[in-house]
């Protein structure tokens, strides 16, 4: 059950807002923040104001309907009347209890997906090829734009490690929850007695940061250059173009070499590590937040499983919701990814409410 008087604040502050906004008081600079507040709260307000009502009318309800004076058609309409108010009233405090959730600013930014190669050896980086493509195919078919920032392949066109970003809408609330370790059990193409093999690859999806969420000051960085190694071109070993940078406030260090321009590569770099620094800032407040409250979903632990993909029984199961869907291959594919995801929303947002005070 609600408080009424956070219900009140809701009211209280949209009449504030509505007074300083059409008085013309407000200067140009908190304008647009305070309408964007004023518009939010207009879709709240309706059902805020029946919040506080309701007691007062189901009282009155009930008074007629148990008054023996009354008539029992008006008794029973009164009756009638008291069902639709408490069911209107739990709908009501449902939407306001969700309006309350606190908002994840990073929802509507695009998105950094970085996978690796876990445990596993050769078969763990065929895995982390195959989550890639699977991001691909799933970028493809919502029209989301995906492009690879750093790829290092291993053999048998595996994948030791690839960082991609992914434009769109809404992007990082889309693929928040990949975050983690994702196992595989399947029999490997090498394997000659048809024995399952575990292995897997980790993935960290981080919202994109722009200029203005993380400011980088020249004199926190420390760049090394150094000669590109692997296969890349001829031109590869030829120059010093592969940059590391180390952000020294924090440590973060990133290095960047798939360019044959050091300049391009300094820019790539800057933009992972920028986004790095802007995701260690949010789970520090997210941490000093939730203080010993923790998300079984929205964690973001790269080092817990979420995931099993098993091939022999054609399932792929989240461990954080005990979700199994029997669509494996399809699931691979991109096809039935949103229903994973819609699960893993509702659950979270579950666990969110019953949190709220």
């Known amino acids: 059950m609600l408080p009424n008087t956070k219900v009140q604040n809701l009211i209280t502050k949209h009449s504030e807002l509505e007074r300083e906004l ?13 309408s964007k507040e004023y518009s939010e709260l207009n879709e709240i307000i ?14 009155e309800l009930e008074k007629i309907a148990n008054d023996v004076k009354n008539e029992k058609e008006i008794k029973d309409l009164a009756k009638l009347e008291l069902e639709d108010l408490i069911l209107k009233h739990d709908k009501n405090e449902n939407k306001i209890k969700l309006f309350l959730l606190p908002k994840d600013e990073a929802d509507t930014k695009n998105a950094i997906i970085e996978i690796r190669a876990g445990t ?6 065929l895995f982390a090829s195959d989550l890639f493509k699977m991001y691909e195919k799933v970028s493809h078919k919502k029209k989301w734009i995906m492009e690879v920032i750093t790829i290092s392949r291993s053999d048998a066109g595996g994948l030791k490690e690839v960082i991609a970003s992914i434009k769109g ?4 609330s889309s693929l928040k929850y990949e975050s983690g370790v994702h196992r595989v059990q399947r029999v490997p193409d090498t394997e000659t007695q048809g024995r399952v093999h575990t292995s ?55 290095s960047q070499q798939d360019e044959k321009s050091q300049i ?32 079984k979903i929205g ?59």
């Open 200 to 254: 897997a690859a980790t993935v960290a999806v981080l919202p994109e940061a722009e200029d203005v969420d993380v400011k980088i000051e020249d004199k926190d960085l420390r760049i090394d250059v150094f000669r590109s190694s692997g296969p890349g071109g001829q031109s590869v070993n030829t120059t010093d173009s592969a940059v590391r940078i180390t952000h020294l406030p924090t440590g973060i260090v990133v």
């Open 169 to 172: 809408k809404n992007i990082y």
């Open 46 to 59: 309706k059902e805020a104001k029946e919040y506080i009502l309701f007691q007062k009318n189901k009282n």
């Open 264 to 295: 391009r590569n300094k820019e790539k770099g800057l933009k992972i590590l920028r986004s790095r620094i802007y995701e260690q800032e949010r789970q520090k407040r997210d941490d000093e937040r939730s203080k010993d409250r923790k998300s």
């Open 120 to 125: 596993g050896g050769l078969e763990a980086s």
């Open 22 to 34: 059409s008085s013309g008081e407000v200067d140009k600079k908190n304008f647009a923040e305070k």
């Open 299 to 357: 964690s973001g632990d790269r080092s817990e499983r979420i995931r099993t993909y098993n091939f022999p029984q054609g399932r792929v199961t989240d461990h954080r919701i005990n979700l199994t869907l029997h669509k494996l291959e399809e699931f691979m594919e991109g096809e039935i990814f949103d229903e994973m995801i819609e699960n893993l929303s509702i659950q979270a947002q579950q666990e969110k409410l019953s949190n709220l005070n």
